[in-house]
């Protein structure tokens, strides 16, 4: 077993270097050690492929990197095909409420608030929609969009009143965004959008996810680390 690491770890030192570099095997097989005594064991792949890299040319580097987020790219797609049922029946029942007039709602803090927005904005020009149709709220307001709003995402109330400025009515539907699931602004949205007769729907990153559970549609996709 340690001449087969042995020889892993001199493997990186072959090609993708300038002509004339002398290799560093030595140096390596000491990285080697220590990645192993430090019980490291599952960071020891990464890093071993972030030494690896230091080695390649510019071309090489980009090519690497392009596999690897091709395999991340495609084990995502494999679960989130896993939601496709559920996916389909949260599109078919928003169909239903903004058929009736209701509108679509999307609510999220941070990053997830900013998908939303971007969402919304996107659909007036690409599907003909007005803008009082498709409405998002990010926790702590517009300014929130460009400039961090700490600690907005933790009081449900301001999910509830971004709500009550819209005079969210059971038509309308709700969508919730929340990397973690449990985001109390979102929580707060969530269940005052239930207590109105509101359609909700959870788009989380977490199986089980609290906010899948407040939802009539979790789309809980298990995104990985």
């Given at each position: 077993n340690?001449?087969?690491?042995?020889?892993?770890?001199?493997?990186?030192?072959?090609?993708?270097?300038?002509?004339?570099?002398?290799?560093d095997r030595k140096g390596l097989r000491k990285i080697g050690r220590a990645i192993k005594t430090a019980a490291l064991a599952p960071a020891r792949g990464a890093f071993l492929a972030l030494v690896r890299l230091n080695f390649r040319?510019?071309?090489?580097?980009?090519?690497?990197?392009?596999?690897?987020g091709r395999k991340k790219l495609f084990e995502k797609w494999d679960k989130l095909g896993g939601k496709r049922d559920a996916i389909?029946?949260?599109?078919?029942?928003?169909?239903?409420?903004?058929?009736?007039?209701?509108?679509?709602?999307y609510l999220g803090a941070g990053t997830s608030g900013r998908l939303g927005v971007l969402d919304a904005a996107e659909c007036?020009?690409?599907f003909s929609v007005s803008t009082d149709q498709v409405v998002a709220f990010i926790a702590g307001g517009?300014?929130?969009?460009?400039?961090?709003?700490e600690g907005a995402e933790d009081r449900p109330e301001l999910g509830?009143?971004?709500?009550?400025?819209?005079?969210?009515?059971?038509?309308?539907?709700?969508?919730?965004i929340a990397a973690s699931g449990r985001t109390p602004y979102v929580?707060?949205?969530?269940?005052?959008a239930n207590s109105v007769g509101?359609?909700?729907?959870?788009?989380?990153?977490?199986?089980?996810?609290?906010?899948?559970?407040?939802s009539a549609h979790a789309l809980d996709v298990d995104s990985g680390p």
């Open positions: 340690m001449m087969c690491e042995n020889d892993n770890y001199a493997e990186f030192g072959r090609g993708r270097r300038n002509k004339g570099e002398k290799r040319g510019s071309a090489s580097r980009f090519n690497l990197l392009n596999e690897q389909e029946k949260a599109i078919d029942a928003v169909v239903d409420r903004m058929l009736q007039g209701g509108r679509l709602v007036g020009p690409t517009d300014s929130a969009l460009r400039l961090p709003a509830i009143a971004d709500l009550k400025s819209i005079n969210l009515k059971a038509t309308d539907c709700v969508v919730g929580l707060g949205a969530l269940d005052y509101a359609l909700t729907i959870a788009i989380t990153c977490n199986p089980n996810s609290e906010a899948g559970k407040r």
